[in-house]
């Protein structure tokens, strides 16, 4: 099985920290390929962001269907792209918001989301909506890091993010924390084994769904809107 994980910001050290916790969580036999797009920014914190990483977001998800993938994960918290991508793939499509939300609402009946900027709360608040787990989530919080300082060890992120953890749990009586954003995907298990809760990586939890949707035969649906798009001319950067 071929899992094709999109890191669609375009820091290549990053995808390779999303690449080993998508590894670490895969059954043996499953092969992770970690790519980010060709064009795109260097980070996702905006609305602006999104809409720019989709196209080459999008293009390496019509490159994998030449590539014999057989499920995708989009390994940016916004889950941008996701239902477009899900119009052109064969396989199944996680994004790691979902997945990150769906799975904490298997390990506790509250969780809170801890994210980078503020102006990422909104983008989270609305997939809150959109997945409908809006009873299960007390709060989106921001951490106030940037997405690239998670990557700067002058930055201190680990105690920054250990921080916000602990006043989700002392102030919004969650019982589950998901982190909000797919780069800090290498700080999961060290903050679970500190907070004593389950702490949700998306990015494991959108492999070990992707996962085991193949091997029980799932994908998704061709009826409706998740239809291949309709022929017709595709032009520039969009053909
Ligand atoms: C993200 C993410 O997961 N990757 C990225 O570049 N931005 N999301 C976020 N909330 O900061």
Redesign the pocket.
């Known amino acids: 099985m071929k899992i094709k994980v999109i ?3 375009t ?1 290549w050290s ?1 995808t390779h920290t999303i690449g080993a916790a998508a590894r670490a969580v895969a059954s043996s036999g499953v092969e992770i390929v970690a790519v980010s797009p060709a064009h795109g ?1 260097a ?3 905006g609305h602006y ?1 999104e809409a720019m990483a989709c196209i080459g977001l999008l293009e390496e998800v019509r490159k994998g269907e030449a590539e014999g993938v057989d499920a995708y994960v989009i ?4 889950d941008p792209g996701l239902d477009a991508a899900r119009e052109i793939a064969t396989g199944p499509v996680i994004g ?1 918001a979902e997945a990150a939300m769906r799975t904490a609402c298997y390990l506790a009946t509250g969780f809170s989301v801890v ?3 503020q102006r ?1 709360v909104v ?2 608040e609305h997939l809150v909506d959109k997945y409908g787990v809006r009873n299960h989530c007390r709060k989106v919080r921001a951490s106030a890091l940037a ?1 690239l300082e998670l990557e700067d060890p002058r930055s201190n992120a680990y105690r920054t993010i250990l921080a916000e953890c602990r006043r989700a749990m002392a102030e919004d009586g969650c019982a589950a924390i998901v982190l ?4 800090m995907a290498d700080l999961c298990l060290r903050l679970q084994d500190e907070l004593g809760v389950p702490v949700i990586d998306g990015v494991a939890a959108a492999v070990a769904t992707a996962e085991g949707l193949v091997r029980a035969g799932w994908s998704t649906s061709k009826t409706g809107d998740y239809a291949p798009p309709l022929p017709k001319p595709y032009i520039g950067a969009c053909s």
């Open positions: 890191n669609p910001n820091t990053m920014p980070s996702i914190e962001d390994a940016c918290f916004g790691v994210t980078t900027l990422t983008i989270a997405v909000g954003c797919a780069g």
